[in-house]
């Protein structure tokens, strides 16, 4: 049971390059998460879907977009990355009947240079 | 607009004595608050929680306090113990709603 995974664990980018990060979860949770942690800032909400096929916006969804074709997978994507959007990224999941018990991945580190 | 802050970054207490982690929130429609526990390379894990309807609630060594007048909640751990060594955040939610808001963090330092 591995829980919640997230890929890749490292990655640098150039300014207006894009990328996909991946966020599986074996534990059939309904709800996913997309957070982003930054110095003094505590975890921001980015985006987060509470069923297969849905997607809502957090507090900070600007450059980013998400996907949730299957349940298992909440797809991030930054189409046009900026140095504003280094950071760590964190997924989580959880059960509709208990939402607010989230069970986190181990993160992304992402630098955008 | 930090609906949910901890205004102390950093904290260090010597093993075997009382942690104390502070968080205030501004929101009046917060009815229940959680704390996560996070190591480093790691993500967060969840500690404890407590509804709005209760003052307390305790988890071993673990306590949450809610002073719902003061839009305060602590943490208190007792004894303190090195692997409690973490960043805590303290999270707040309205019931019925599908996310949590998240205080910025405490840094833990339990010393031998």
């Known amino acids: 049971n591995a829980g919640v995974t997230q890929t890749p664990k490292f990655r640098v980018l150039k300014t207006g390059q894009s990328m996909t990060l991946l966020c599986a979860q074996d534990m059939n949770h309904e709800y996913m998460y997309w957070y982003r942690q930054d110095p003094g800032m505590g975890l921001r909400l980015i985006h987060y879907?509470?069923?297969?096929?849905?997607?809502a916006k957090g507090e900070v969804p600007d450059g980013y977009n998400v996907s949730r074709l299957k349940k298992q997978n909440f797809l991030l994507g930054l189409e046009s990355a900026a140095p504003s959007q280094t950071s760590v990224y964190f997924c989580?999941?959880?059960?509709?009947?208990?939402?607010?018990?989230?069970?986190f991945g181990p993160g992304t580190r992402l630098t955008v240079t | 607009d930090q609906q949910v802050k901890q205004n102390s970054p950093s904290l260090s207490v010597q093993e075997g004595r009382i942690s104390i982690l502070n968080c205030d929130y501004t929101?009046?429609?917060?009815?229940?608050f959680l704390w996560y526990k996070k190591y480093p390379a790691e993500g967060p894990t969840f500690l404890i929680s407590?509804?709005?309807?209760?003052d307390k609630n305790e988890d071993g060594r673990f306590t949450v306090f809610l002073n719902k007048s003061a839009k305060h909640l602590s943490l208190h751990i007792v004894p303190s113990q090195p692997g409690d060594s973490a960043v805590y955040f303290c999270?707040?939610?309205?019931?019925?709603?599908?996310?949590?808001?998240f205080g910025q963090g405490t840094r833990l330092t339990i010393n031998p």
């Open positions: 407590i509804s709005s309807i209760k």
């Open positions: 879907s509470v069923g297969e096929g849905t997607t």
């Open positions: 999270a707040a939610t309205p019931r019925g709603a599908q996310k949590l808001v």
């Open positions: 989580a999941s959880s059960y509709s009947g208990s939402p607010y018990e989230q069970y």
């Open positions: 929101n009046s429609m917060f009815d229940y």
